[in-house]
């Protein structure tokens, strides 16, 4: 009897051990969605998402859209019919409007995501970033400390200054005599003198690659790709559309355009005939003396890249200027480059918000924040090299590919959830060398930012919504009166000296007093935290 008592009591105690082991083993079910860039693959398709679910004890079953998400975003937040967790989804505006259908993450992160806390506590700006006015935390960001400090190198053709016989130009004045010697000198040597383009651009407000850029040239110190026009100077919001400096800037261009020396069709060329006119022509000849680009492969192509190297800032050197002699100043972007908000949020109705938050916190660790822009180590994109040391592999032969397009291609790339460290050395592929090593040319002027005065970072600033929304309808219309306006000017079509002074009233009246009027108490109450 003894012995039939033992066998039973350890017959249950194994079934009990099997059950516990069964529990202990069942992953936790999680839906997410995932908006990706045209280029990416399907996340099932990325291995080392497929470890971190493993390593997290959770199934997601993905969600992937890649185009059109802005028409349908709408609908499908006004149902309430959203997955766990979304990631590159949502912006700041959207925890306004769907108020109830999204957690906030505030005690999750600080109980159970050790990997943000840390981002959180070593990078401010990312926890200002994250947070809404109201102090509460919808949306996670991300920090990728490997970014330049700017977004935009202008390139001048040395195998065109050599032909031509003229240096790398630093003032205004010298160049404009390289775009004269580059119109009227056959500088690519093809024998057709008609067929260069002195000076091409893309876009203006906001763009990266418009001439607006020269304002620094003025003094004027641009942040975070300049948006609408606002930055800050002593530390005071103002508009440089509405600037003497500014008016300064574009008579000089309009100069340029009326010689013949600018891209008489920039205006109304896309992106995709901008880079196409910087690849060259079929017989590999190039046809763009001065453009601004990100990087010298990326603008130019495999062939024509080396015949390039940075220029500027210009020194202003024009008798007719009243600010002659200023330090010139070049776009600061450290902020807009390497962090972003709401790479991932999750829903309200999440039934296991703690094992999503956990999974999260694996995408901000610091092997899987590599992995995350550049691919995974296990499906071959990057390899750790060492402790904090990674190197980011070349796409294969059979890829037919730049190292750029593979990036998008493997991983969430740009839009991931991710906290690079800077303490992170991460060996990065030939066009991101090309691209740290043409920023030296603007280390000096970007030395000279004011971080106390001149900082002016619109992404970490937080509105009401009635702030926002006053704003928004405010600078529809200021747009229309500013946007018109540039463009007759750099052609010639309309008088700026003749149009300012109504053209800087209409401006102020349409909305920009009060524009500037919000955006200063914001400026203020960021600056106070």
């Known amino acids: ?63 992937v ?24 989804a949502t912006n700041d505006a959207d925890y306004v409007t769907y108020q109830g259908l999204f957690m906030d993450l505030t005690e999750l992160v600080a109980q159970h995501a050790p990997n943000v806390t840390a981002m959180f506590t070593e990078e401010p700006d990312t926890l200002s970033l994250a947070k809404t006015l109201e102090g509460n935390i919808y949306g996670l960001p991300k920090f990728q400390g490997k970014w330049p400090d700017t977004n935009t190198v202008m390139f001048v053709n040395k195998v065109w200054l050599d032909k031509v016989g003229k240096e ?74 509405v600037d003497e400096r500014y008016k300064e800037m574009m008579i000089y261009l309009a100069d340029l355009y009326e010689n013949g020396l600018i891209n008489e069709n920039a205006i109304t060329n896309d992106y995709s005939m901008f880079q196409s006119l910087s690849r060259g022509d079929a017989e590999g000849n190039a046809l763009v003396g001065v453009v601004m680009g990100w990087e010298e492969t990326d603008k130019f192509g495999p062939v024509l890249h080396s015949q390039y190297v940075p220029c500027g800032p210009f020194v202003n050197d024009l008798e007719w200027s009243k600010y002659q002699g200023i330090a010139p100043r070049w776009p600061y972007d450290f902020s807009g480059l390497n962090m972003s908000g709401n790479r991932v949020c999750m829903s309200a109705k999440c039934a296991n918000p703690e094992a999503a938050i956990k999974f999260v916190d694996l995408f901000y660790g610091e092997a899987e924040s590599v992995e995350g822009l550049f691919g995974g180590i296990i499906d071959g994109n990057v390899a750790k090299v060492g402790d904090n040391h990674y190197e980011v592999l070349p796409p294969p032969a059979e ?71 006053t704003m928004a309808v ?3 219309n200021v747009n229309n009166i500013i946007n018109n306006y540039w463009g007759l000017w750099l052609t010639g079509e309309s008088d700026i000296e003749e149009d300012w002074e109504d053209y800087v009233a209409s401006a ?5 007093t009060e524009i500037l009027k919000i955006r200063q108490a914001g400026y203020e109450a960021w600056k106070a935290q």
């Open 1 to 63: 009897m003894k012995k039939i008592v033992a066998l039973v009591l350890a017959a249950m105690m194994l079934l009990g051990m099997m059950s516990f082991a069964s529990a202990e083993g069942e992953k936790v079910q999680l839906t997410a969605l995932f908006i990706a860039h045209p280029l990416t693959k399907h996340v099932d398709e990325m291995k080392w998402v497929s470890e971190l679910e493993e390593r997290a004890g959770v199934d997601v079953t993905w969600e």
């Open 65 to 88: 859209i890649w185009t059109d998400w802005d028409q349908v975003k709408s609908t499908r937040f006004a149902s309430g019919d959203i997955p766990d967790l979304l990631f590159n």
């Open 168 to 241: 790398v130009p630093t003032t205004l004045t010298e160049l404009k005599d390289v775009l004269l010697a580059f119109k009227e000198q056959d500088a690519n040597g093809n024998g057709d003198a008609n067929d260069e383009v002195p000076m091409d651009f893309n876009g203006w407000f906001g763009g990266a690659y418009g001439l607006h850029n020269l304002i620094g040239s003025w003094g004027i110190q641009q942040t975070n790709w300049g948006y609408d026009s606002y930055f800050a100077e002593n530390a005071t919001v103002k508009a440089f559309a």
């Open 399 to 469: 890829a037919n590919t730049d190292p750029g397009t593979w990036k998008w291609t493997s991983s969430f790339a740009d839009n991931a959830p991710m906290y690079i460290r800077r303490a992170t050395r991460v060996d990065m592929t030939q066009d991101m060398t090309y691209a740290l090593t043409e920023r030296e040319q603007y280390k000096e002027s970007i030395a000279l930012v004011d971080m106390e005065n001149e900082y002016y970072p619109q992404m970490l600033i937080k509105y009401t919504a009635e702030d926002t929304n």
């Open 474 to 476: 405010a600078q529809a």
């Open 508 to 512: 102020e009246a349409a909305g920009l």
